[in-house]
């Protein structure tokens, strides 16, 4: 890709994240300014409503206000009357004309008053029976405890009266009879719902009355079971609140829900006035300024690209002119300078590709001689191997003179260096003939018990070795010549320093189905603590480092690590109090190479 073209996607990119991003924001601005005038005016709008209601439901509480101070009307109920035309006379001139001025007054499709008096019945009054008793309406108002009280409560569709029906049920206690009077009011629910046609037609509103009873849900289909507030999923943020306003999800679409609790009264303490507003309707004005706002990214877009693209190019024009000549230079023709006049960083560049070209051409010299050197100092090198592997030792030449030195000695009746020569020969033929670098474990022992037997006839009776390792482990991989170094070891710190018998023993334990333990421990002077804390750190920190005295451990344990990982290696622990036990942890398999002997 040219760089021009990058330095232009380069900056389009740029421009075009910045002007995303504004754009994004004041959109969002405009958005979040419109939404707070919607919460505020859809706020106004619910507490009017909530008014409006309230001094409705008023009015007709007002009727239970004028029975309450109306002694005559009460003094009319509860008297008791010696003859049925008696409570008649009383009841047409008394009760008939109070519940006719109601009915002028109000719109209530019914009054009715009932009484424990059983001389005083007629069709709005009623005597409290049974079946009053067992009806929605009786208890709570006869618990309420004021002498005064008045609820309301959602009936439900009327078959009588052909329509969605609310009752204010109105309880007084008088006095002077020592009586309860119950008063019940029904009115249509179209009389609130007149209220609501008033305020805007796309909003849903929901007004719940103190008991939780739903009478009015302006996008709820009519018939079924009264629905309670409780089950509607905003319930639970507005429960708790006089005044409640956010934006609730239901159905895949967002609303505006503003809510109201009325406490003029106690008859509509906790009544709720609730309206939800679809986003939708107050985001037009915001989708406007998101098409403007797309406009004008587009514009400015285009206009950036125009005036990019000329600066890209006026930069790489030189570069591309540049370009050429340096393609029209090879390794045959270094002396021919770029000649770009300015002072900017393109002339910069060719006043530094021109020194690059003199440094090139004196390079090459150079790089020519050296390699004439090099030749001439590889033929020298491989003269002096020549010389030193004419000069090297035929192991077959070492192993045919110590044969022939023990025969000698059998002949002279030496049986015992015999033997030592023996297992001399055959311990130096161990080390010489195996060319892997990975044997089996037996391999490896019997090399190490060879060894042992040469040194036992030096080291006499202060010598005890014992080897103990299960069959099923000798087969397992190991580094050739790991466990012969951790022997010799045992015989420098272990035996050398030991004027007593020690006793160096070999043992091979199974840890798991994939691991296996091989323990070399003698019974000498040992480590000091000092010091095997200090070599342990040594074997974990720079495990192919070590001094003089613990090379070989750190050999082992490095070729362990390298070879098989992390989880391999040495530890090293003392023995009981006395002398030292060296732990070497190893794979029980290993697939990419095998032990093996070869015999030279």
Known sequence: ????????????????????????????????????????????????????????????????????????????????????????????????????????????????????????????????????????????????????????????????????????????????????????LDIEQSTLERLIEKENKTQRYIIALSNGQVIIDSKRSTGGNTPQIENYGFYPEIAKQDSASFVYREGGREYLLVSKTIHTRNSVTGMKVISLVPIQEYVSKVNEVKGLAIWLFLIALAFSML??????????????????????????????????????????????????????????????????????????????????????????????????????????????????????????????????????????????????????????????????VPEQLRDCPIPRLAVHTLIENSLVHGLDKNEETTHISIAGTIMDEHHYRITVVDDGPGFPADVRAAVNKRLERQPLLGDDKHFGLCNVHGRIRMTFGDGYGLAIEPNDGRGAAVHMILPTTWTESGGGTDDV
């Not at 309880?171 to 309860?180: E, G, T």
């Not at 010299?365 to 001439?376: D, F, G, I, M, P």
């Open 307 to 468: 005036i990019i693209y000329a600066i890209s190019s006026g930069l790489t024009k030189r570069l591309t002119v540049l370009t050429d000549k340096i393609k029209s230079i090879n390794t045959d023709n270094l002396h021919e300078f770029i000649e770009v006049k300015g002072k900017d960083e393109i002339s910069q560049v060719s006043r530094v590709f021109n020194q690059m070209m003199s440094r090139m051409d004196r390079l090459i010299k150079q790089v020519y001689e050296s390699e004439l050197h090099r030749k001439e100092l590889e033929l020298k090198k491989r003269e002096s191997e020549l010389y030193a592997l004419q000069t090297q030792i035929n192991p077959h030449y070492l192993f045919n003179t110590l044969n022939a030195i023990r025969g000698s000695l059998l002949e002279n009746g030496d049986f015992k260096n015999a033997d030592i020569v023996k297992w001399f020969a055959q311990s130096f033929r161990n080390l010489l003939s195996n060319k892997n670098d990975m044997v089996p474990l037996r391999i490896e022992l019997e090399s190490v018990e060879t060894y042992m037997r040469v040194q036992s006839f030096r080291y006499g009776p202060r010598l005890v070795f014992s080897c103990e």
């Open 1 to 184: 890709m040219k760089i021009r073209t990058k330095i232009f996607i380069a900056n389009m990119l740029v421009v075009t994240l910045l002007l995303g991003v504004l754009t994004n924001v004041l959109v969002n601005y405009v958005s979040d300014i419109l939404l707070d005038k919607a919460r505020e005016n859809i706020g106004y709008s619910v507490s009017q409503l909530a008014l409006n209601i309230d001094n409705t439901l008023k009015t007709y509480e007002q009727v239970i206000d004028s029975f309450y101070i109306n002694n005559e009307v009460q003094e009319a109920l509860l008297k008791p009357y010696a003859s049925p035309w008696e409570a008649q006379n009383v009841y047409f001139d008394t009760i008939s004309p109070y519940i006719n001025g109601v009915r002028a007054t109000t719109d209530a499709l019914q009054m009715t008053i009932y009484t424990h008096n059983p001389t005083f019945q007629f069709s709005n009054v009623q005597l409290i029976n049974d079946e009053v008793k067992n009806s929605d309406w009786y208890k709570p108002a006869y618990e309420a405890e004021a002498r005064l009280s008045r609820n309301w409560m959602y009936l439900g569709r009327s078959e009588v009266h052909k329509a969605d029906v609310i009752r204010l049920v109105g309880k007084l206690y008088n006095i002077f009879y020592q009586a309860k009077i119950f008063i019940t």
